[in-house]
């Protein structure tokens, strides 16, 4: 569906959306707390999507969800539509936020969360829920990613999960031509629960989230091993 969309627009991003999408399908059916019939509903689960070009991907999760129509997503990246290439903050579609500069989407994921605490410490825990983000290589490399590992570890706030499609590639090159980081010691010695998965097995994803939504102490980090355009025909 995705590719599909770009394919209409003769423009976009298909391949990060594509490897994206066992991901989204696990987590919109059987984890992430939503109501299409009442988008205000303050206790929603957030889900913030960094790589703003990847929206084809979200777009077309959140038209299964119920959130758009079929001509919604036959309209991306074209002036005036309600699905423009990169998300624009639109509550009553799902969108969480706006994206911009990779790494920007998921600081402001850590912010949601950090208010979500606030407000179930202030008025109790009926008023809690999960904060999910979406990464990418990309907003790894940034250095606003640093920030918001640090902060969320320190807080300990084992409400923010976070999901780092890992498909080794930035911009134009392969990740390790330009990083060798070991990204998973790095969140673990900010105190992050870390784990790592393939990210096309359902059963793993299924059972990441089982145990990130279970954690009590520190926010979970889930490295999914990805493909970039997974099922694309060569």
């Known amino acids: 569906l995705s590719a599909a969309m770009v394919e209409k627009a003769k423009s976009g991003h298909p391949g990060g959306a594509m490897g994206g999408a066992d991901f989204m399908t696990v987590l919109y059916t059987e984890f992430l707390r939503y ?4 988008t205000s509903y303050p206790y929603r689960d957030r889900f ?12 077309s999760t ?8 079929t001509e919604d997503l036959q309209s991306l990246r074209q002036w005036g539509s309600v699905t423009p290439g990169h998300p ?10 706006t994206s911009g500069p990779l790494g920007q989407g998921h600081a402001m994921a850590l912010g949601a969360a950090i208010a979500e605490r606030f407000m179930a410490a202030r008025f109790g825990e009926w008023m809690a829920h999960k904060t999910y983000a979406y990464i990418s290589d990309g907003a790894v490399e940034e250095e606003i990613s640093q920030g918001v590992g640090r902060i969320a570890g320190h807080l300990g706030l084992s409400n923010f999960i976070m999901y780092y499609d890992s498909n080794n590639i930035q911009l134009s090159t392969k990740v390790d031509e330009v990083m060798t980081e070991n990204v998973a010691m790095k969140y673990e010695a900010w105190g992050w629960n870390v784990l790592s998965v393939d990210g096309h097995n359902i059963n793993e994803i299924r059972e990441a989230l089982v145990a990130a939504n279970s954690e009590t102490e520190r926010p979970t980090l889930i490295i999914g091993r990805t493909v970039m355009g997974k099922g694309a025909k060569g």
């Open 35 to 38: 109501d299409p019939d009442n």
């Open 88 to 97: 624009e903050a639109d509550f009553a579609r799902g969108v969480e936020n």
């Open 62 to 69: 959140l038209s299964l969800a119920g959130y758009y129509t």
């Open 48 to 59: 913030f999507l960094d790589p703003g070009h990847m929206s084809p991907m979200l777009y």
